[in-house]
């Protein structure tokens, strides 16, 4: 019989990286592992996405040592979208090869950069049914959903996103963090409608379809709108962390969240070397003023025009 010491020793922590194509996935990877390693955890990157090419980080294990998006598509003369669902079906059935991997990789915390079709994690078997099976391998993860912050910009795309989050968190059936990605370009798309506050709590929806009805041709779906927006709210279950990677106190906050959800203790180390690196984020380095500054824009509701913004700036 074996005692709760050693399995308890046995834990390993990490991050499973998903969300939609062109949100950040890669780059986030690339940055948390700079910024783990910066805290002096011991960290490494498994890739899960067959369609990744170039990598900007130096991965651990490479799910194209098995099988690549390109080869599938040519042997089996699949799409794009088929090509992701067999390559993941694939090592679905190949387990113990990414079993014999991760076993070499001792103390460490793991970031695992999954693909971006959002097909995989709303409604397909084989991404949840691996993130099961790592956690019977004594992993506790944490499901890290970026989307792109932009979406905040159009009440139309927010709703969709919310409906995906929604569905996604549901199905991977994983403690969930839903990320707010690159929160430093979040304006180049538009205005938003209401403070940053309404979009990362998800408050009273029926704002955002009310104003979402000012268009002629969502006019007509506004029922349909507010049945999601309920169903949105009826769960209760999303919300978002913002986010900006070049940003060390965003980066902590997302840590903070994540360790939180998969229960990893954070370290006297840790800390003190975080409190070194904060102290030491200058100038170029150091953004969260910046970042802070487009939140309280909208907190303020603040009148200013581009002009005077830029100056700001």
């Known amino acids: 019989i074996m005692t709760s010491e050693p399995e308890q020793s046995s ?6 990286v998903i969300g939609p194509p062109g949100s950040g996935k890669t780059t986030y990877c690339r940055a948390m592992q700079e910024f783990l390693s910066h805290l002096g955890r011991k960290v490494v990157v498994i890739n899960l996405d067959p369609a990744n090419e170039g990598l900007p980080y130096t991965c651990a294990v490479d799910i194209s040592e098995l099988v690549t998006l390109d080869d599938v598509m040519e042997g089996l003369k699949l799409g794009p979208n088929g090509g992701l669902i067999y390559c993941m079906e694939y090592l679905e059935a ?3 090869w990414l079993e014999g991997k991760l076993k070499k990789h001792h103390n460490y915390y793991f970031l ?3 693909p971006g079709q959002v097909e995989l994690y709303t409604h397909h078997s084989s991404v949840r049914n691996m ?8 992993f506790r993860l944490t499901a890290v959903h970026l989307v792109d912050s932009h979406y905040c910009a159009d009440p139309a795309k927010f709703i969709s996103v919310l409906c995906t989050s929604l569905s996604t968190m549901l199905q991977v059936e994983q403690p969930h963090v839903n990320v707010l990605s690159k929160m430093d370009l979040i304006e ?3 205005k938003l409608a209401f403070n940053l506050d309404f979009y990362t709590e998800v408050m009273d929806l029926s704002y955002l379809v009310d104003h979402l009805a000012v268009d002629p041709f969502f006019k007509k779906f506004h029922g ?3 049945k999601l927006a309920e169903v949105i709210q009826d769960y209760s279950l999303v919300s978002f962390v913002p986010l900006n990677v070049q940003d060390k106190e965003s980066m902590m906050q997302v840590l903070r969240a994540v360790d939180k959800a998969n229960g990893y203790c954070f370290g006297d180390l840790e800390e003190r070397n975080l409190q070194a690196m ?7 380095d150091f953004q969260f003023t910046s970042t802070l500054g487009v939140q309280e824009k909208y907190v303020g509701h603040s009148k200013k025009t ?4 830029v100056m700001d700036l």
């Open 11 to 16: 834990l390993r922590f990490g991050q499973v």
């Open 94 to 96: 190949n387990l113990d």
């Open 112 to 114: 695992f950069d999954c």
């Open 131 to 138: 993130f099961a099976q790592l956690s019977k391998w004594n």
């Open 188 to 190: 180049q798309y538009g």
């Open 224 to 226: 349909l709108n507010v």
């Open 278 to 284: 904060m102290s030491a984020a200058v100038g170029a």
């Open 306 to 309: 581009l002009e005077e913004e």
